[in-house]
């Protein structure tokens, strides 16, 4: 069984950094794709970002395309979400999820996510 861990968030000013880490167990990461979404109060789970089994494709949602970057390390089961020139509209708790392929574009695509982190959270303040 899957398991998946976040780490790395924490509090940070507006064009700040943080990169978030998404480590596996349980079974190797290198045959799941993983996605970056995030969740605020009330509000629903959203894409931020998406990542290939083998690292090939990527996609980002389009609000932080040129500011965050996706990466994976199948060597290390980890997957990366370098956060740069952070925004306060960027804070929200930060989930990664597996699944057979980057599920994307539509609509509650994170029903389509297998397995779940716990989540870490993000807040960008000054």
């Known amino acids: 069984q899957l398991q998946l861990v976040e780490s790395g968030g924490g509090s940070v000013q507006p064009g700040g950094s943080l990169r978030l880490s998404c480590t596996a167990s349980g079974s190797r990461l290198g045959t799941y794709a993983i996605g970056w979404f995030r969740q605020g109060p009330g509000k629903e789970r959203a894409e931020v970002s998406c990542?290939?089994?083998?690292?090939?494709?990527?996609y980002y949602t389009d609000s932080v395309k040129g500011r965050f970057t996706i990466s994976r390390d199948n060597a290390k089961d980890t997957v990366y979400l370098q956060m740069n020139r952070l925004k306060s509209e960027d804070t929200d708790v930060y989930y990664c999820?597996?699944?057979?392929?980057?599920?994307?574009?539509?609509?509650?695509?994170?029903?389509?996510?297998?397995?779940w982190g716990q989540g870490t959270r993000v807040t960008v303040a000054s």
């Open positions: 999820a597996a699944a057979s392929v980057c599920f994307w574009g539509y609509t509650g695509s994170y029903s389509s996510y297998n397995y």
């Open positions: 990542i290939s089994p083998q690292g090939g494709t990527v």
